[in-house]
Structure formats: structure tokens, C-alpha cells
């Protein structure tokens, strides 16, 4: 059996969990090994297991070389733990497991994950409301309209109206957005936008959209500073400052503005110290457990580097605003100091990157299961992360000015036709009030002739049609709107400006040409007197 790439998916987590026990079970080798003055048959040493399995999974393109001995042997722990291996004397579950010597086999079968059963998704993420029918009891005649410009040729194109051939139309007031539509309409598209880029049937498949608060999208949207920084309203939810001044000291090492200089060796590693400490002591990873699916996910998508970042700054928006500004501030200082040539080793036996990345990775990314692979899928997306920060952590632009350009559109007066796919939009007034029966039936007439004015205007303005269909259209316009024709052309002088008659008058002849070619004389009768 061979390692394959799992992509974004459900239980993508449980999917690699599975495939590498079977990996183990299919790959590793066993023997015979002797241990207090017995042979053992199939099983291996606890050193040898962790040799192999580490082989294997630096060489899988699901967790890549970046994979550690240690991390190894966290996941052996696991193994152990849930008997997927026992010790040969079959024992398992309260056993810790060490790179030693101890003897290890494979039970006769070892348990793989089950998959968790959720209820049928559905093919649309979130339906959003039908504002095009108003309320009960509201009445459309209190909204006052104004004209709808259109130029002749789109109108006789597709609707032709003078002709008589469009079917019944009708104007479609949109009920006021209100703060809840416009959250509901964030979500919607947010989420539609996530799962478009994860390439899935339904983004359900991977998160409970239930959990996604619209309120911390809208946030982490527009409350940012010119760093792209979310400011958060509740100040009580900020890192105290003890601990943003050190990572202010670590990320701008040697020049820290903060604190003073050190006055000892080692200073930089018991900041460092302080800094782990503050974020290995909360109960909830900042990406949290809810949206541990969705990032395991955006794993599958690394190959495609472009594609990943879109699903990563997608993701982050679906963060609290405190948990997406804590990392936010975190991967800038783990990203700073990864590349600070002028900071000191922060420890001797790993580099500064490795250190980054096992000291952060339980605290940015953990699955509330313990049967799972979350330390290395952790360590693999704090890595993209730390090297692609910058672009991630912004806000989506392109998602941002799609989404607003959705609720413009939606506060539009629309003026809908039947068997129409597309939709005629003009601003909605920016108030509304009660108005008279009379002040109602003058907008009535006015909003409708206006339009039909303007149209009749163009038709007579246009130079680039000919005169017979120019002729052909007016007369059209007139049989069908006579009170908005006679108005333009109240005269017939008026409309014979449009069209003067040409005075065909044939060019004067010389006088040579009416003469008879020269002829020789003839003798004619005369008259006698």
C-alpha cells in the first residue's frame, strides 16, 4: 500500500488517521527478538518503530520532511494508547511509550477510527430571505420612483415595447436590508466563497455552519487598523501587555523599545519562555475546535499554493476577533524571528524555526479527539502559515468589494419582466414616507412618461439609423404611447422639423444645350402680304 495525498474533504483528519495505521500494520518490519531469556516472535523494538514510522511519514506528501523524531514519538504514544500496538505482554492503554529497547506488536487487529455520522447536507449553504415580496399589510404605493433611463436600442432590442410585444411587467420594491439580512448575507456568501475554493459539495461537509457567528466576519472585515490588525471593542480581551511587550522585544531584536536592554545571558530565551508559557495555557486553540475540519482541509490544497491561501484568509475570517488578532500578533513575531539573524539561539538542540513551530503548533491548531494526527497536521499549517502571514491574515479585498457590490444590489428598485432572466435596476429614494393620494398619482404618471420621454427623445436624436426605420419607430412610438407623442410633437410642423422635405429642383441648362446642332439653311413658306 502505497501513501497517497488526501485531499480537502470530511473527516479528512480520520481518512490520514486510518491510512497511516494501515501503513504501519502493512510496512513495518518485525522479527524475532529476545528479552529476558525468551524469544518473541513479530514484534519490534520501540527504537525501530520509530526509525521506520518517521521514514514513513517524512516521506508522505500529507505531512512532508518537516515531520520530527519527537513528534514520532508523540504519535506512538497515541498508538499505544489506543492499542493500535501493545507491549508482549499485551498490555496497552496506560502504558507510556519511550525510544527505547521495549518490545512492541501489532494486536490482532488494531481498532481504526470510526467515521462520525452527520445528518444530510444540503446543497445550498444558507437560503437567503425573498425580499422581492413585501410584508403583510405594507402597501408599495408609499414608495415614491424615479425614472428609468434606457438607451432605444437595448429597449427595442430586447423588450420592444412600442411594438407591443413585451409581456407584463412589474416594479419590484425591495423591503428595507436590515442588520440581520446583512449578516446573513456575509455568512452566505463567505461560506459559498470557502466552499467553491475547497472544491466540495457543501461546505456542511466539513463544518457546522450553525457555529459560524456572522457578527465576527463583519469584524474582522472592517475593524482593522492600517496594519490589517483587528481592533477589538472589548479591551478586557486583549494580550496583556506584559506579554505584548515581549514579543515586541523578540520581534525587534537587538532594538527593543519597550524594554530595556538585557543585562544578562539568556534574557532573549526567558522572554521566549514567558511568551510559550501565556499561549501553551489556553483551554482552546486560537483556529478552535469547531473549525478543525475546515483547516485540516485547507491542507489537502498546499500542493496548489495559491488556492491554499485563498481557503487559509477565507478560514481566518470565520475566527473570534480576539482569536484571529492573538495570531495575527503570533505569526508576525514567529515569522520575524525565523529570519532575525541577529537574535541569539533561543535553544540548542532545535533551530529557531523548529523551535517556532513545536512551541506554537499545539496552541494555533489541536483536535478536541485525542485519536488523531493534529500534532502533525499542526506543525505542517503553522509552517505555511509563518511563511505566507502577511498574505493570509488580510482581509480578502476581492471577496470584501463582491459582497458589498451583493447588498447594493439587493437595496435596488428592480423593474422585473416576465419570461425575463435579467433584471432592470435603478437606485432605491434613501427615505421613505407617507405621501398623498394625489401626490401618489402625479409620481404614478410622471415615473412612467419620463422614462418613455427620454426614450422618444433618443429615437429622434439618433443619426446613426436611417431615416425610413427612424420613420418606422416613431410611428410605432405613436400609435402605442399618442399622449407621450403628441406632447414632443405637439404640431405637425413640429414633427416636420425632424424630417424637411428636399426641394428636388433640377439643375438649369445652358443655353447652347437647348439648341438644335446646325443645320443648313431651308427655304420656308412666307407669308404674302
Given at each position: 500500500m ?8 470530511p ?9 497511516t ?8 518490519p518485525?522479527?524475532?527478538?529476545r ?13 525501530e ?22 513528534q514520532?514519538?508523540?504519535l ?7 492499542h ?7 498490555r ?7 525510544d527505547d ?6 494486536p490482532?487487529?488494531?481498532?481504526l ?10 446543497k ?6 425573498d425580499w ?50 446583512i ?5 452566505s ?11 466540495l ?13 456572522p457578527k ?11 496594519q ?12 496583556p ?17 519597550d524594554l530595556?536592554?538585557?543585562?544578562y545571558i539568556?534574557?532573549e ?19 478552535t ?6 483547516f ?11 488556492k ?12 473570534p ?8 500578533l ?5 515569522a ?6 541577529d ?11 523548529t ?61 422585473k ?7 432592470t435596476t ?8 407617507q405621501?398623498?393620494?394625489?401626490e ?24 446613426e439609423?436611417?431615416v ?11 400609435k402605442?404611447?399618442?399622449?407621450v407623442?403628441?406632447?414632443r ?14 426641394n428636388k ?6 443655353m ?7 443645320q443648313p ?9
Amino acid at each position: 500500500m502505497e501513501p497517497r495525498l488526501v485531499g480537502p474533504g470530511p473527516y479528512r483528519a480520520t481518512r490520514l488517521w486510518n491510512e497511516t495505521i494501515e501503513l504501519f500494520r502493512e510496512g513495518m518490519p518485525l522479527r524475532r527478538h529476545r528479552s529476558l531469556f525468551k524469544n518473541h516472535e513479530c514484534c519490534f523494538k520501540a527504537s525501530e518503530a520509530v526509525d521506520w514510522l518517521h521514514e514513513l511519514l517524512r516521506c508522505n506528501q500529507n505531512f512532508g520532511p518537516e515531520v520530527t523524531r519527537n513528534q514520532t514519538i508523540q504519535l506512538l504514544k497515541k498508538f499505544l494508547k489506543n492499542h493500535v500496538i501493545e507491549d508482549i505482554k499485551g498490555r496497552w492503554g496506560k502504558e507510556d511509550f519511550e525510544d527505547d529497547n521495549h518490545l512492541y506488536r501489532f494486536p490482532p487487529s488494531s481498532p481504526l477510527k470510526p467515521y462520525p455520522t452527520r445528518p444530510p447536507y444540503r446543497k445550498e449553504v444558507i437560503k437567503i430571505p425573498d425580499w422581492n415580496v413585501p410584508e403583510a399589510g405594507t402597501s408599495q404605493e408609499h414608495i415614491p420612483v424615479k425614472p428609468l433611463m434606457m438607451n432605444s436600442e437595448i429597449w427595442f432590442k430586447r423588450h420592444s415595447i412600442a411594438i407591443g410585444e413585451v409581456p407584463a411587467c412589474r416594479l419590484v420594491h425591495h423591503q428595507e436590508l436590515t442588520q440581520a439580512n446583512i449578516e446573513e448575507i456575509w455568512k452566505s456568501m463567505t461560506l459559498s466563497h470557502l466552499q467553491k475554493v475547497l472544491g466540495l459539495d457543501s461546505v456542511d461537509e466539513v463544518l457546522d455552519t450553525k457555529l459560524v457567528n456572522p457578527k465576527h466576519i463583519i469584524h474582522n472585515v472592517y475593524n482593522v487598523n492600517k496594519q490589517g490588525i483587528v481592533i477589538l471593542e472589548d479591551k478586557t480581551k486583549e494580550l496583556p501587555h506584559w506579554v505584548l511587550s515581549a514579543m515586541k522585544c523578540l520581534a525587534n531584536w537587538p532594538s527593543c523599545s519597550d524594554l530595556k536592554q538585557p543585562t544578562y545571558i539568556g534574557f532573549e530565551r526567558d522572554v521566549f519562555k514567558t511568551i510559550a508559557n501565556y499561549y501553551g495555557q489556553m483551554k482552546e486553540p486560537l483556529l478552535t475546535f469547531h473549525l478543525f475540519d475546515v483547516f485540516v482541509s485547507v491542507l489537502g490544497l498546499l500542493q496548489k499554493n495559491k488556492k491554499a491561501i485563498e481557503a487559509l484568509r477565507v478560514s481566518c475570517l470565520l475566527l473570534p476577533p480576539e482569536n484571529r488578532k492573538k495570531l495575527q500578533l503570533l505569526m508576525k513575531m514567529m515569522a520575524r524571528i525565523s529570519f532575525n539573524k541577529d537574535l541569539p539561539p533561543l535553544c540548542d538542540t532545535a533551530g529557531t524555526r523548529t523551535l517556532m513551530v513545536q512551541a506554537f503548533s499545539h496552541c494555533i491548531l489541536c483536535s478536541r479527539d485525542e485519536v488523531d494526527l493534529d500534532e502533525l497536521l499542526a506543525a505542517k499549517l503553522v509552517t505555511f502559515l509563518m511563511d505566507n502571514c502577511q498574505e493570509i491574515l488580510n482581509v480578502p479585498s476581492s471577496l470584501q468589494t463582491v459582497i458589498e457590490e451583493h447588498v447594493v444590489h439587493l437595496r435596488r428598485v428592480q423593474i422585473k419582466y416576465a419570461d425575463s432572466d435579467t433584471d432592470t435596476t435603478f437606485p432605491a429614494p434613501s427615505f421613505y414616507c407617507q405621501i398623498s393620494t394625489d401626490e401618489f398619482e402625479y409620481q404614478r404618471v410622471t415615473g412612467s412618461q419620463e422614462p418613455l420621454a427620454a426614450l422618444l427623445e433618443e429615437i429622434t436624436m439618433n443619426k446613426e439609423i436611417s431615416v425610413k426605420d427612424k420613420k418606422k419607430k416613431l410611428k410605432q412610438f405613436q400609435k402605442s404611447y399618442p399622449d407621450v407623442y403628441k406632447e414632443r410633437f405637439p404640431t405637425p410642423e413640429s414633427e416636420a422639423v425632424l424630417f424637411p422635405e428636399k426641394n428636388k429642383q433640377k439643375p438649369q441648362l445652358l443655353m447652347w444645350a437647348l439648341k438644335k446642332p446646325f443645320q443648313p439653311f431651308q427655304r420656308t413658306r412666307s407669308f404674302r402680304m
